[in-house]
């Protein structure tokens, strides 16, 4: 046998953890980007309230 069988879960494992490691990385980047995104819909909003 190649695998024995307490490793079955292992893949699972893996790709959870890549998961969850992928969620803070794109946390991370809303929370860097996520004022700058803000002032860009805020300008645009009083550019057309100016309208």
């Known amino acids: 046998m ?3 069988p307490k490793e079955r879960g292992q893949g699972l494992v893996e790709y959870a ?3 969850v490691l992928v969620a803070i990385v794109v946390i991370a ?8 995104v803000g002032n860009v ?3 645009i909003n ?3 309230s100016s309208i």
Do not use: E, K, N
């Not at 980047?29 to 700058?36: A, E, F, K």
């Open 2 to 4: 190649l695998f024995a």
């Open 17 to 19: 953890l890549i998961l």
């Open 29 to 36: 980047v809303m929370m860097v980007l996520g004022p700058m």
């Open 41 to 43: 819909f805020s300008s």
């Open 46 to 48: 009083r550019s057309l």
